[in-house]
C-alpha cells in the first residue's frame, strides 16, 4: 500500500518537473535570436513571434526551414512544433528564410526590413553559385553590395585595398580570369564611385532589380520524371512551372505561366497538372525523391497556384478601391471649388450689405439731424405749427424707419459674415477631406504588397509608385508625360547599364581562361549571343498552345 502511494507521488512529481518549454535558436541572414517556446505552440505561434521581432509585416514571403538527416525541410503553420521531425537536442535551430521571390522586387516588397533581408539572401545565393551570374554583372551587383555598406564612395577613406577582406564575387567568376585581387576591386571601385548619393536601401534595391533577371533567380528545382520515365527538372518559380533538362538549368524546354493552370495534386511520388483549359487533359510527373515529397513539396506547389488565386482576387479589389479613391478624390476636389467659390460670393455680398448699412446709418443721422432743426424752427401761426407737426412726425416716422432699415441691414451683415464664416468652414473641412483620400490613396498604394505578393506570386504594379491627387495643378496629361518622362529615363538608364557591362565584358574578355569555363557559363554565352534573356526565353516558349506544350512535355 506504501509501496503503491510512492510510486503514485513519484509519478506525479515527474509530471510536474517535466518542462512546458524548449529553446529555440532562429538564425536570420544577420543575426541570431534565442526564444522561449512553449510545447503546445504551432509552427504559426513561433513564426508570427519571430515576426514580430523583428518588425516584419510582409511575413507571406518567409518561412522557418530546419535540416533534417542532411535534408531541408519547411516548419509547417498548422503543426505543432516538436510534432516535425526536428533535432531533439536544444536549442533546436530553425533558419528564417525567404521561402518565395517577388517577380518584381520594386513593385513588390514594400518593408525595407523586407527588402534588407532579400539582399543578403540573393546576395549569398549568388556568391554561392545557387544562382548563376555571368562575370559583368558580379562587378556591378558587388559595386551596390559595396555601396550599401560602406557608403558613398570617399577617396581619403577608401583606400587601396580596403575591400581586401571582402567577399564579393563568385569563387567560378575569379577562377575564370588571370586577375589579382586588386584589379578586381580597381574595377568594383570605378562602378562604386559612381553610386554616391545612393541610401543603403536604394543600393540594396538597385542590386535586387538587377538579380532578379538572372536565369535561376527565384527558382527552386526539383527532379521529376515524365511518363516515359525521362530525367528531367522542374523549375517552380514566380512566372509558372518550367521543364529543364538537368544539364542546363538557363534555359527552360518548356513553360506553363500560372494563369494556365486550374489545379495541381498530389498523391505518393505523383504530380497531377491540371490546365485551365478543361478541354486539354492533364499532364503527370514523378519525383524521385520520396523523402523530399513529404518533407517539402506535398503541398508546396499547389500552396503556390492557391497564393496565386489569392493574389489575383486582391489585386482586383485594390483595383477596384483605387478607383473608389480616385473618385472620392475628384467628388472632394469638387466640393472643395464650389466651397472657394461660394465663399468668394458670400464675401463680396457681404462687404456691399455692410456698405449698403453704413449708408442707411449716415442717411438716419441726417434725418435726425432735419428733425432737430424743424423743431428749434419758430413756427409764427398755428398753420405752419401743424404743418410743422405734421412733418416732424413724418421725419420721425422716416429716421424709424430709416433706424429699422439701418438694424436690418447690420443683422443682414452679421448673417452674411457668420454664413462667410461657415463656408470657409466647409472649405477647410473639403480640403481636410482631400488630404485624408490623398493619404489614404498613397497608403493603399503603398500596401498593394503590403498584400505584396508572394515570391512566386505574379507581380501586379500597384505597389511601387505612391499616388498623389493634386487636381487644382495636375491633369490626366500632365500625369501621362511624367510617366512618359520616367519610361524615357528608365530606358537610357537600362541603355547605359548594358552598355557599361558590355564594355567591361569586352575589357576583362582578353584575361578569360577559356578552358576554365563551366557548363553554365557556356550556356549563358550562348544564350546571350542569341539575343536571349530570361523573360524573351519564356515568352517565346507560351506562344505555342497549352495542349502543344503538354504533348511535348510527355514526349521528351
Not at 149 to 170: I, M, S, T
Not at 262 to 276: A, G, M, V
Not at 321 to 349: F, V, W
Request: proline share 3%.
Amino acid at each position: 500500500m506504501a509501496g503503491a502511494i510512492a510510486s503514485r507521488m513519484s509519478f506525479s512529481s515527474l509530471k510536474r518537473k517535466q518542462p512546458k518549454t524548449f529553446t529555440v535558436r532562429i538564425a536570420t541572414m544577420d543575426a541570431e535570436m534565442e526564444f522561449s517556446c512553449e510545447v503546445k505552440w504551432k509552427g504559426k505561434d513561433l513564426f508570427d513571434l519571430v515576426c514580430r521581432t523583428l518588425g516584419l509585416r510582409e511575413t507571406w514571403f518567409f518561412g522557418l526551414q530546419y535540416t533534417i538527416k542532411d535534408t531541408v525541410a519547411w516548419l509547417k503553420m498548422d503543426k505543432k512544433v516538436l510534432d516535425h521531425d526536428v533535432p531533439t537536442e536544444e536549442p533546436v535551430t530553425f533558419h528564417f528564410l525567404a521561402k518565395f521571390y517577388p517577380e518584381n522586387a520594386e513593385e513588390e516588397l514594400v518593408q525595407e526590413i523586407t527588402q534588407h533581408l532579400f539582399f543578403l539572401q540573393v546576395k549569398k545565393q549568388i556568391l554561392d553559385e545557387k544562382i548563376y551570374c555571368p562575370p559583368e554583372a558580379s562587378v556591378l551587383l558587388a559595386s551596390y553590395a559595396v555601396q550599401a555598406k560602406y557608403g558613398d564612395y570617399d577617396p581619403n577613406v577608401h583606400k587601396r585595398g580596403f575591400l581586401a577582406q571582402e567577399e564579393l564575387l563568385p569563387k567560378r567568376v575569379i577562377n575564370l580570369y588571370q586577375m589579382t585581387p586588386e584589379m578586381w576591386e580597381e574595377r568594383i571601385t570605378a562602378w562604386y564611385a559612381e553610386h554616391r548619393g545612393r541610401a543603403r536601401d536604394e543600393a540594396e534595391m538597385e542590386y535586387l532589380k538587377i538579380a532578379q533577371d538572372l536565369e535561376m533567380y527565384g527558382v527552386n528545382y526539383f527532379a521529376i520524371r515524365n511518363k516515359k520515365g525521362t530525367e528531367l527538372l522542374l523549375g517552380v518559380d514566380a512566372l509558372g512551372l518550367h521543364i529543364y533538362d538537368p544539364d542546363n538549368r538557363l534555359t527552360p524546354k518548356i513553360s506553363f505561366p500560372w494563369n494556365e493552370i486550374r489545379n495541381i495534386s498530389y498523391s505518393d511520388k505523383e504530380f497531377t497538372i491540371k490546365p485551365l483549359d478543361k478541354k486539354i487533359d492533364v499532364f503527370k510527373f514523378n519525383s524521385s525523391k520520396l523523402r523530399v515529397n513529404k518533407l517539402m513539396e506535398r503541398q508546396r506547389l499547389a500552396r503556390e497556384k492557391q497564393m496565386r488565386e489569392e493574389a489575383e482576387r486582391t489585386r482586383d479589389e485594390l483595383e477596384r478601391r483605387l478607383m473608389q479613391l480616385k473618385e472620392e478624390a475628384t467628388m472632394a476636389n469638387e466640393a472643395l471649388m464650389r466651397s472657394e467659390e461660394t465663399a468668394d460670393l458670400l464675401a463680396e455680398k457681404a462687404q456691399i450689405t455692410e456698405e449698403e448699412a453704413k449708408l442707411l446709418a449716415q442717411k438716419a443721422a441726417e434725418a435726425e439731424q432735419e428733425m432737430q432743426r424743424i423743431k428749434a424752427t419758430a413756427i409764427r401761426t398755428e398753420e405752419e405749427k401743424r404743418l410743422m407737426e405734421q412733418k416732424v412726425l413724418e421725419a420721425e416716422m422716416l429716421a424709424l424707419k430709416m433706424a429699422e432699415e439701418s438694424e436690418r441691414r447690420a443683422k443682414e451683415a452679421d448673417q452674411l459674415k457668420q454664413d462667410l464664416q461657415e463656408a470657409r468652414e466647409s472649405e477647410r473641412r473639403a480640403k481636410q477631406k482631400l488630404l485624408e483620400i490623398t493619404s489614404k490613396s498613397s497608403y493603399t498604394s503603398m500596401n498593394s504588397s503590403t498584400t505584396a505578393l508572394p515570391t512566386d506570386l505574379p507581380s501586379f504594379n500597384l505597389i511601387n509608385e505612391s499616388l498623389s491627387f493634386d487636381f487644382k495643378d495636375t491633369d490626366m496629361k500632365r500625369l501621362s508625360m511624367e510617366i512618359e518622362k520616367e519610361k524615357v529615363e528608365y530606358m537610357e538608364k537600362s541603355k547605359h547599364l548594358q552598355e557599361q557591362l558590355n564594355e567591361l565584358k569586352t575589357e576583362i574578355e582578353a584575361l578569360k581562361l577559356k578552358e576554365r569555363e563551366t557548363a553554365l557559363d557556356i550556356l549563358h554565352n550562348e544564350n546571350a549571343s542569341r539575343g536571349n534573356s530570361k523573360h524573351n526565353t519564356i515568352k517565346k516558349l507560351t506562344l505555342q498552345s497549352t495542349k502543344s506544350r503538354v504533348a511535348f512535355f510527355e514526349e521528351l
